[in-house]
């Protein structure tokens, strides 16, 4: 492969995001304006006492009574222009709540997402080194039962232990109650941060355990790593030379491939804890029918899980040497 | 211990060696898969033996056995003797690397993610030894910057080897070096076994090119089914059939193409179902009722063979 190969296959890669993007916020706004939730009633309240004809002009203004076709591609146009509607439940733009929750949820992702990247890859090597033994199959039954156990009892798991009853750490939120935002600590925000972060990083790390182990497992009967043991090299040595040089790439890029089970431990975890990020505006606009907000979400979700597809197809298309340097040498 | 004593004195003593693996068949029947009945050769100091036998006779797996790299549920019987030394798992821990060296059959031994220049040098070897060992093989200097995927089938096959010369070893298990060199490379190969063998290390060259073998090796094992059927001196080979022992290595000498390219028919057996007695009664013309029972290598002219009629 070329130069020119590499560019052309990324070029390929952003293709294929755009066209998902473009079915996904199709799918999500047919969706969801099919769904039994006026936008009207929704945003005036059901006990208004607003007229008819203010109710009419308010339809017309948002263009409620245009086509579906007419209705999208206005949305879309808007969007581009950086309007993503007002969102009802907090009465600001969409844009600005988005931009708000989104550093507190960016944040809580980007901690657990490392964290449970670097430990759940330590704990894959070391599992995998230790095939059969009782080390192994306390972790390999430890990443099961995460896996199985859905993310919110997690979440209520830790909550009771660790806050209720051990009083470690508050309840929820992101921040101490009643205190000005100019008094908030940094120390006070990570108080708050711990519990939502390790409760994510626990549902997030069954996976690339597993999976680390399972590639260790393959590559330690592998034909290159009998080579090695036959020149002499130790079990330190075939790992540090061979053993992480092959697992480390495909680790990372199942890490970025979980993106969109980040996005949903995200969403439970931000719930339990009342964590005011992304995950806790998602229900509040699913309760009050926040038409908008929901549909901003969406796109905003969406393109983060691209975004992690994109990089591990670019991880794994031009960073491993065999895709990289291509061709053969004769 | 005198002068020729010395000379002549094994490297490697391979006796009775047998390899099973154990599967699990059908469910969860565990079953023990005996793919190696019981081979026996040796390699004195200073000599090449080659290791000549059709795919599935055992030749990799010996070279796995000597090396201690056999693949966890595998079990051995027999015995491996290393310059006199039962060659437990810690002296195979020691020697290898250092003073016995394997030469892997294919490409798939190297790292695929790890450069070839720093995968010959190893854990032990140097950047100087490299080069040199390149230089030696015809390999160019930008060669150690590549990965193994982009190398031709020649040129792995010379990283390959290199990895072994770093440090002049002992005992070189070379299993199947030359194909895909071409015939000056592989020539070139052979002749640098040969000045290592000189020094008074040991050679066991497994190959499927006899011809090559005839040119270098002193003494030629042939294998069947996971048994030696016969060793003798390559003289013998190039003498022609009627100077061989047993029936198989007469075929085997008789199906090459410069000779009467006659091919014997039938297949070896498989290792899930050998029979009991000689492996090869199935296709052996000279076949009696003396072939069923249990049959030992025995010395014939100047040679070993594991046959009742041989003479
Ligand atoms: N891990 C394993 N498990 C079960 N059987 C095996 C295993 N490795 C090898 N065998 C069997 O052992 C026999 C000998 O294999 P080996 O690789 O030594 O053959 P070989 O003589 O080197 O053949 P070739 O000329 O094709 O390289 C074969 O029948 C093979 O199927
Ligand atoms: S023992 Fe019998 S069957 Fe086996 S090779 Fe000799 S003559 Fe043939
Ligand atoms: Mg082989």
């Known amino acids: 492969m070329t130069k020119a190969g590499g560019a052309k296959k990324i070029l390929g890669i952003f293709g294929r995001m755009l066209l998902l993007l473009v079915l996904v916020s199709v799918l999500s706004f047919v969706l969801i304006t099919k769904a039994p939730i006026d936008p009207l009633t929704a945003y005036v309240g059901t006990e208004s006492t607003l007229s008819q004809e203010a109710k009419d002009e308010i339809a017309e203004k948002w263009g409620l009574n245009e086509s579906l076709p007419v209705r999208y591609f206005t949305w879309v146009k808007n969007m581009l222009h950086g309007d993503f509607g007002m969102s009802i439940t907090y009465k600001k733009p969409v844009i600005d709540v988005i931009h708000e929750r989104l550093a507190y949820s960016a944040v809580l992702m980007a901690l657990a997402w490392v964290f449970s990247g670097i430990l759940g890859y330590a704990l894959g090597i070391l599992s995998g080194m230790r095939r059969g033994k009782l080390f192994d199959k306390v972790v390999k039954t430890f990443c099961l039962v995460l896996q199985s156990a859905p993310s919110f009892w997690l979440g209520l798991l830790i909550l009771s232990v660790f806050a209720v009853q051990l009083g470690w750490f508050p309840i929820g939120m992101a921040m101490p109650p009643g205190k000005l935002a100019a008094e908030v600590t940094l120390s006070d925000r990570l108080h708050h941060l711990i519990l939502p972060v390790f409760t994510l990083t626990i549902v997030s790390i069954g996976k690339i355990t597993l999976y680390t182990r399972q590639k260790l497992i393959e590559i330690a009967s592998s034909d290159y790593i009998l080579f090695a043991r036959a020149r002499g090299e130790n079990t330190r040595q075939l790992i540090s030379r061979h053993m992480l040089r092959n697992t480390a790439l495909p680790a990372v890029t199942t890490q970025f491939l979980s993106f969109s089970e980040l996005f949903g431990g995200m969403a439970l975890a931000e719930t339990v804890f009342s964590y005011p990020g992304i995950g806790t505006a998602t229900t509040a606009a699913a309760l009050n029918g926040d038409v908008p907000l929901l549909l901003g979400i969406t796109l905003i979700s969406a393109l983060f899980v691209f975004s992690g597809n994109l990089i591990a197809n670019i991880l794994y298309g031009v960073v491993d040497p065999r895709l990289r340097e291509g061709g053969g040498y004769v | ?311």
Not at chain 2, 49 to 75: C, F
Not at chain 2, 166 to 177: G, M
Not at chain 2, 250 to 279: E, H, K, M, V, W
């Open chain 2, 1 to 311: 211990m005198n002068e020729l004593e010395k000379a002549t004195s094994p490297v490697l003593e391979v006796q009775d060696l047998q390899i099973a693996f154990s599967m699990y068949r059908r469910g969860l029947r565990k079953t023990n898969l005996r793919v190696i009945s019981s081979l026996s050769l040796s390699v004195r100091q200073g000599e090449i033996l080659a290791v000549v036998g059709s795919s599935g006779s055992g030749k990799s797996l010996l070279a796995h056995a000597i090396l201690g790299i056999l693949p966890p549920n595998a079990s051995t019987a027999g015995s491996i003797r290393y310059n006199g030394e039962e060659l437990t798992p810690a002296l195979q821990r020691k020697y290898r690397g250092t003073e016995i060296a394997l030469i892997p059959q294919s490409v798939d031994y190297l790292d695929p993610l790890m450069r070839v220049g720093a995968q010959v040098m190893g854990t032990r070897g140097s950047r100087e030894q490299q080069r040199a060992a390149f230089d030696r093989y015809g390999l160019e200097r930008r060669a150690a910057r590549l990965f193994p995927f982009q190398l031709s089938g020649g040129m792995a096959r010379r990283v390959l080897v290199s990895t072994a010369v770093l440090s002049p070893p002992k005992l070189i298990v070379a299993d199947e070096p030359t194909p895909g060199l071409g015939i000056e490379m592989a020539m070139e190969t052979l002749r640098h076994f040969r000045e290592i063998a000189d020094t008074g290390a040991g050679v066991l060259l497994i190959t499927h090119d006899i011809d090559l073998a005839l040119g270098i090796a002193d003494r030629i094992a042939v294998f069947y089914a996971g048994t030696t059927v016969e060793i003798a001196p390559a003289a013998d080979f190039k003498t022609g059939a009627e100077a061989l022992r047993h029936p198989y290595s007469r075929a085997f000498i008789d199906a090459l193409p410069q000779n009467a390219f006659r091919p014997i028919p039938g297949t070896q057996p498989y290792a899930g179902a050998l029979p009991s007695g000689c492996l090869f009664a199935d296709r052996c013309p000279l076949r009696s009722d003396a072939c069923g029972g249990e049959i030992e290598l025995r010395a014939v002219r100047g040679g070993e063979v594991r046959c009742v009629h041989a003479s």
